[in-house]
């Protein structure tokens, strides 16, 4: 007899003469029963967009309803931010939910309430483990209890518990972030979504000479994993809407959004108030908003500088934003070699991969006689186009532009082989020419670690410049290996985008306004973030915060600007009050810490030793500290069950989900190349394991049940014609 599938069902037996049907009729039952409870996660079939997940060792439940509120504040320099996140269950169980949402890079969050009814529940900042602990002990004695953790400096989980049947809890985060300057414009992002990551595959091969298997490249790979909707079957989940009061500081000019539409309401001449014009939106994108001074309010000549200052606990911290003069540029540019990588991996789908060859075009168009280039493209594999750095001349141009034109987004995203390639000099000893990486990803990895670690060690005399591609890159890997790289930052969101900031862009690489540069107090005792200075491109300033006693005396930066030796001289005195400065400065010197860990400059165990002390000091969540909130009286009724779930999350609008997920259950085969990373079938296999709640129709169980159901019915119908 065959065996019992989806795709092959059995013939039904006619019973021999004399057999009881009854017989027959009870295993039926009995394994139609056990096919309905073996189907997976389950679907909702009332048109509504339920979306019902399994939990442990109980029937599936309809996951807790989730969206969220942003109120932010800009003061200045500084923003401070309120996020509202509110867990609805609309079911009749009690249920933890737990949801991965992204926060600026570089946010202080220091705040966390729990509001259950009409009570409000303050969170403690504990050691990660202690407060884990705490959290756990609440879940189990029923008590209505959130914990946020930290998984990435961009990247957190809160995990909500004990909500009850029909209830509605809020979960208040609060955090402080730098308002970023560039060529004049201030700007502040919001990620609303935390995009798939891929995650190279653990090595499945033990090093003979170490006696023990090579470290993991994400060992926290399943805490940075969701389940992902499709977006062709499900409609957008986890609605946000958002107010900013934006007090610059100056008479206000522009104040636009690319990636929204906004409504702005005139309070003041520096004042505005921002709302989205839509009401709330799918949370499926970054919120970018830029705003500039009025015309012919800039300072016209010499650095533009931003002093603020502000008293915590005894101790002023200054902040300081300098931006050399316009005419900082050196008279004579040097020649450059420069070597572009796009990422074509599948996150990069859709409207991404547009972006980015659109973008690596211009910056192909941007090269000056005299100059030298290479292209490197990536996805689980990668390949150099020439050799070596070749001439930017006619021909060698038209061949990389032929061979940008033919990519197409697919597999993986192994980024640390093409990084290094990128980043092997054979003259390292050149300084007759600048040497400059332009790199374009949406960054969307979970090995973080390992890309900083080889930025570090083999930067040598490059420079890197990373572009941020799509609706949802990955923040905190594009910063920060910038700044490992002694570069900077572009995000480009929208196609209308990639003109204007590769444009500017390009011009800074072609200029660097300020090099060598130093900071020098002249009072004792400051400690200052960060120790060692980045090069300074036109219209990007130089943000140092620092700490002391008393905010007096001078702080002296000097540096050159190609031959020429460059100074300037700022009186603390003259520094305004700010708000949050503390914070920020204490946030800064955490990332600082973490990045000499990573790079070996400091001993995990002193690099760890400060974190948390930092942290626990000023109050910041933190890899080493976590936010906790318990309710003190217990709420779910003993003996009653607890759902667990995982929030589903939107797939990135942009995004092509059968290039980052595959279709069905088959990986998406790597596409011939040159030279592969190890494995890639077992990477992409590992990059597809974040689990896909969808709302669409098991077709062929539900098929194969449907006919079941059907020969059960005339078998009864039979049954009951004889009896007649």
Known sequence: ??????????????PAPGLPRNLLLGPLIALLLALIASIGPVRAQDGSGTLLLRFEGGAPVEAPRLRADAAITVSGPTARATITQVFRNTTSAWVEGTYLFPLPEDAAVDTMKLVVGDRVILAEIREREAARRVYEAARQEGKAAALTEQQRPNLFTNAVANIGPG???????????????????ASLRLPTVAAPRYSPAPPAVTSAAAGAGAADPVPDREKIEAPVLDPARHAPVNPLSLSIDLRAGFALGAVRSATHAIRIEEVSESERRITLADGA????????????????TDPSAGPAVGLFRERVAGAETVLALVTPPEGAAPAVALPRDVVFVIDNSGSMGGASIRQAKASLLIGLDRLRPGDRFNVIRFDHSFDTLFPDVVPADESHLARAKRFVAGLEASGGTEMLAPLRAALADATPEDTARLRQIVFLTDGAIGNEAQIFSAIAAERGRSRLFMVGIGSAPNGYLMSHAAELGRGSFTQIDTPDQVSERMRALLTKLESPAVTELTAVFSENGVDVTPTRLPDLYRGEPLTLSARMRTARGTLTLTGRIGAHPWKAVLSLDTAQPGTGIGKLWARAKIAEAETARLTGRLPAEAADAAILRLALDHGLTTRLTSLVAVDATPRRPEGARLARTDLPLNLPAGWDFARVFGEGDTPLPPPPRQRRAEAPALQIAAARAVPL????TDFEIRAWLGGLLLALGLLLARRRRVAA
């Open 1 to 14: 007899m065959l065996p019992l599938s989806p795709h092959h069902p059995a013939p039904l037996a006619r």
């Open 693 to 696: 709640p969808q709302t669409a």
């Open 167 to 185: 209830e509605t809890v809020l979960v208040q985060l609060e955090y402080q972030q730098p308002v970023r300057q560039s060529g004049g414009t």
């Open 281 to 296: 939106t799918a949370a499926d994108r970054d919120f970018e908003l830029t705003w500039s001074a009025a015309p012919g």
